[in-house]
């Protein structure tokens, strides 16, 4: 059979038997080239299936290690792994499950000065990331370098699936992230993964999803999420497609500062206080007031014995924050407590320091004993 050898039309048996797939949609994937930003939680699932489909060429763009909490659900990788670049695991990984196939790992962050030669190299791409930042440069890549971007999201029980700037058959290209999201929401109200949970199954359906849409696409097979937004719901199984219109006013020049685009600088600063500050603080008995803006669960795993009072609902309990001495916010690594500062200078607080680094800072560097997660 052209282009497939004996191993491999062994392999790909089932998919040869798929009226309107056989050979043909077969080759075209393995002729495919799919750029993966993200080897985490989405990106496991749609590297496995995309790799065991017979993609031909993957890249792995990850600049992350394996940690115990990625184990959950990064269904990936094993024990075997923590400590090492999530990018090269997967590799390993991924030759392992199916040797016919290329397995490129980028051991680097997908930044404005790399993105468009990695996009252009590529014949789509998918986004297995679980920021703003990265998600609209991903974006403006894919568009700046007519590519196909396959879309995904999760937060606790829900996700979404998309398919962006897909060409269509009058030579045009369908809506972009953009179009769906024309500006990024305020940091204060975008929790990620880590801060507002995830249930480990949920990235497992996403990614899936994410890679199907990526195999109608390459093979050319079935409708793809072009001009819809997917949403799942797995605590109730509730899902629905809603429709995406084209912005006519909506044009993309070139990549931007997407730091700054989604996490405006403030013009007033957020003051800072080590660890080792605040336990000189502590060992000479300086007043101040300890505010943790986790959720209940982690302070039950692990605490510095301040007054729990989550982000969510720090605005409205802000009468508790003492006025007559310093007030110090901490969070797990310091970027929920940023945000929670600058929600109260907005309120017109100013005695506020960050525990710079949170609790993982305390426990590296003052108590070891610690439990961190």
């Known amino acids: 059979m052209e282009g497939l050898n004996t191993a491999e039309i062994k392999r790909y048996a089932?998919?040869?038997?798929?009226?309107?797939?056989?050979?043909?949609?077969?080759?075209?994937?393995?002729?495919?080239?799919?750029?993966?930003?993200?080897?985490?939680?989405?990106?496991?699932?749609?590297?496995?299936?995309?790799?065991?489909?017979?993609?031909?060429?993957?890249q792995v763009v990850d600049f992350d290690i394996v940690e115990a909490s990625n184990l959950q659900r990064q269904v990936l990788f094993t024990e075997a792994d923590l400590g090492t670049p999530k990018a090269e695991a997967a590799a390993r990984h991924l030759t392992a499950?199916?040797?016919?196939?290329?397995?490129?790992?980028?051991?680097?962050?997908?930044?404005?000065?790399?993105?468009?030669?990695?996009v252009r190299g590529a014949d789509l791409v998918i986004d297995g990331t679980d920021n703003f930042p990265t998600r609209y440069l991903s974006n403006d890549a894919c568009v700046l370098e007519s590519k196909p971007l396959v879309y995904g999201s999760i937060y606790r029980f829900e996700g979404q699936?998309?398919?962006?700037?897909?060409?269509?058959?009058?030579?045009?290209?369908?809506?972009?992230?953009?179009?769906?999201?024309?500006?990024?929401?305020?940091?204060?109200?975008?929790?990620n993964c880590a801060e507002g949970g995830v249930l480990?199954?949920?990235?497992?359906?996403?990614?899936?999803?994410?890679?199907?849409?990526a195999i109608k696409v390459l093979a050319k097979i079935g409708e793809p999420l072009d001009g819809k937004l997917y949403l799942f719901d797995a605590a109730t199984l509730f899902s629905r497609t809603i429709s995406i219109a084209k912005s006519p006013e909506l044009k993309i020049e070139g990549l931007i500062d997407y730091e700054q685009f989604c996490n405006p600088v403030r013009s007033e600063p957020i003051p800072v206080l080590t660890v080792q500050e605040l336990d000189t603080w502590r060992r000479n008995g300086r007043a101040h007031q300890l505010i943790d803006v986790r959720e209940p669960y982690e302070f039950e795993i692990a605490n510095l014995g301040g007054q729990l009072i989550p982000l969510s609902v720090l605005a409205g309990q802000k009468d508790e924050l003492a006025k007559d001495r310093p007030v110090v916010i901490h969070c797990r690594s310091g970027q929920r407590s940023a945000r929670a500062v600058q929600q109260l200078q907005e309120a017109g607080l100013h005695n506020l320091y960050n525990l710079?680094?949170?609790?993982?800072?305390?426990?590296?560097?003052?108590?070891?004993?610690?439990?961190?997660?």
């Open 14 to 58: 089932r998919h040869l038997a798929i009226p309107g797939f056989g050979p043909e949609g077969q080759r075209r994937l393995k002729q495919s080239r799919v750029l993966v930003i993200g080897a985490g939680g989405l990106g496991s699932p749609v590297l496995l299936y995309l790799a065991a489909a017979g993609v031909g060429h993957l």
């Open 200 to 213: 480990g199954v949920l990235p497992g359906i996403i990614g899936s999803l994410q890679a199907n849409e």
């Open 161 to 191: 699936v998309s398919v962006f700037n897909l060409l269509r058959e009058d030579g045009s290209r369908g809506p972009n992230y953009r179009d769906l999201f024309p500006t990024p929401p305020p940091p204060e109200l975008v929790p």
């Open 356 to 373: 710079e680094g949170g609790i993982l800072a305390w426990a590296e560097q003052i108590d070891p004993a610690l439990p961190t997660y």
């Open 97 to 118: 499950l199916n040797p016919h196939i290329t397995i490129s790992p980028v051991l680097k962050p997908f930044t404005r000065e790399n993105a468009r030669a990695l």
